[in-house]
Structures are given as structure tokens and as C-alpha cells.
């Protein structure tokens, strides 16, 4: 069964834009990303729109439908009533490249600023052992398909700019949570401290628990209860353990 459904899709670059108005064709069983693909088949051929797997999986096609941010892939278009107006838009945390195109070179960069996994010493690749616990533990953070849906929503930097340069946003702290909880991760060895270089170089303190970024994850990720809650425990268990304080005031007086 066909019917026509009312769009209204942001149009623009990085200077101006505005929402438009379209009437477009939609069959059973398709999806948002469906009708903006016949969009630009039939009525706006220059309509830009980043997508690649059209499977949930490439974390291509981030925008926010009907104010809420998703992947255009897979929302159907059934959870919509046929007289609705839906309203697509660019992320609205990133600069706008062209139309529903953003620029997420943000998260490229936070990510280039979290230390990598600090292979064990005289442990080679293939002789790594773990507990299946700790395998599950982070098989789930490693699920994330960067759609970055979770950076685009949280409250700390989506109306501030000025936040960015200070904050990493749920997707990294996640990964340096993982990376902390990691029980092969030997930076500490070398001189890292996770948990201190979360709270003082990527803004964990930022983060309240609002749990919007879980709210949004299209991998039903637990970002906030199993990965930044946790950090953030294990950052003020560090701050004051005793020995751990004991231990500062020596090195301090050394240095
Ligand atoms: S839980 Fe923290 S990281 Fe997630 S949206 Fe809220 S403030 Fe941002
Ligand atoms: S954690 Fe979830 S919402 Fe955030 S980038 Fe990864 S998949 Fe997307
Ligand atoms: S097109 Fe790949 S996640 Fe939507």
C-alpha cells in the first residue's frame, strides 16, 4: 500500500539553510532513508546525504528525524502516523557541510587524542589471556558504529561550543573507560593514568549522567551505566585512595 507523506528537509550549507517542503511517494516496508533517496530521484537531484550500508551498520546516515536523532536507515517509516509532518534535519551538534551533511571531523579528532591499547610487555599478540568476563565487558563498547548519535545529543557540547575543546563526549570517554577496564592495557606501566587523563584532559566531570547519550544509541549500548558511571567511580576511588594520595605526596616532594 502506497500514500504521500508530507516532508519538510533542511536545506542549506554552512551559511544559511531553511526547511523545505515536499510530498513524496512512500511504499510498505520502507524506511526514512528510502524517501529521501526518491527525494533526489524525483524532486531534489542535489540533495546531499551521507549514507553507505543502508543495514545500521555503517553509522553513515545520522540526522535527526522529527527532532530526535537516529539513523535515517533504520527508522520505518511505519512508526509515523501517514498524516505527520516529518521533519529532517541535519545533527545538529556538527557544522553543516551541505544539506542533511555534517562535519564530524570533531570526533576524529577526540578520537586521535585517546591513547591507543598499551600492548603487556613479554606477552606477544595470539598469547594474550582473559577472563570471558572481561571479553563481554568490552565486546559491548566495541559494537559502537560511530554514528556518533551519542556525541550529537549530549547536552554538554549540542548548544556548546565552547565545551569541545575540553570534552571528548560519551563515544570516547567509552573507549577509555574500555581501554581502563582493559585488564591487558599496561599504560599505567608506562606512565598513563586513564582515569586521571579522563577527568583532566577529556571532561569527565562534565558528564552528569543524564543517560541521553544510552537513550539514542542504535546499538543499545549502555554507554552511560556500563561505561561512564564506572569510570567515573573508579576515578574518585583513585582520587582518594589513601595510598594513592600517600603515593602523589612522595613523588611530589621528590620531584
Ligand atoms: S550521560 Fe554524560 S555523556 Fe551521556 S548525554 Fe548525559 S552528560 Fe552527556
Ligand atoms: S556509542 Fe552508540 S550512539 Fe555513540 S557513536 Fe557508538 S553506536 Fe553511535
Ligand atoms: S546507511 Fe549505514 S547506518 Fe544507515
Given at each position: ?98 544539506d542533511l551533511v555534517t562535519d564530524v571531523s570533531f570526533n576524529y579528532t577526540k578520537a586521535r587524542e585517546i591513547p591507543s591499547f598499551a600492548p ?85 566531570g562534565y558528564c552528569n549522567i543524564t543517560k541521553c547519550c544510552t537513550e539514542v544509541c542504535p546499538e543499545h549500548i549502555k554507554i552511560t551505566d ?30
Amino acid at each position: 500500500m502506497s500514500y504521500t507523506a508530507h516532508f519538510r528537509v533542511w536545506r542549506g550549507d554552512d551559511k544559511s539553510g531553511e526547511l523545505r517542503d515536499f510530498d513524496v511517494e512512500v511504499n510498505e516496508g520502507e524506511v526514512v532513508l528510502d524517501i529521501i533517496h526518491r527525494l533526489q530521484a524525483t524532486q531534489a537531484s542535489d540533495l546531499a546525504v551521507r549514507w553507505n550500508c543502508k543495514a545500521g551498520k555503517c553509522g553513515s546516515c545520522s540526522a535527526e528525524v522529527n527532532g530526535r536523532p537516529r539513523l535515517m536507515c533504520m527508522t520505518r517509516m511505519s512508526v509515523f502516523d501517514e498524516s505527520e509532518t516529518i521533519t529532517v534535519a541535519p545533527m545538529r551538534a556538527f557544522p553543516v557541510v551541505r544539506d542533511l551533511v555534517t562535519d564530524v571531523s570533531f570526533n576524529y579528532t577526540k578520537a586521535r587524542e585517546i591513547p591507543s591499547f598499551a600492548p603487556p610487555a613479554g606477552v606477544a599478540p595470539g598469547e594474550y589471556r582473559m577472563m570471558q568476563e572481561d571479553v563481554g565487558r568490552s565486546q559491548e563498547f566495541r559494537k559502537c558504529i560511530e554514528c556518533f548519535l551519542c556525541q550529537n545529543t549530549c547536552h554538554v557540547v549540542r548548544d556548546h561550543e565552547e565545551n569541545k575543546p575540553v570534552f571528548a563526549g560519551p563515544r570516547f570517554l567509552m573507549r577509555i573507560a574500555e581501554l581502563d577496564m582493559h585488564p591487558l592495557d599496561a599504560a599505567e606501566e608506562r606512565g598513563l593514568d586513564r582515569k586521571r587523563s579522563a577527568q583532566e584532559e577529556h571532561g569527565l566531570g562534565y558528564c552528569n549522567i543524564t543517560k541521553c547519550c544510552t537513550e539514542v544509541c542504535p546499538e543499545h549500548i549502555k554507554i552511560t551505566d556500563n561505561a561512564l558511571i564506572p569510570l567515573k567511580e573508579r576515578a574518585a576511588d583513585r582520587k582518594y585512595d589513601p595510598l594513592v594520595w600517600l603515593g602523589n605526596k612522595i613523588r611530589r616532594r621528590e620531584g
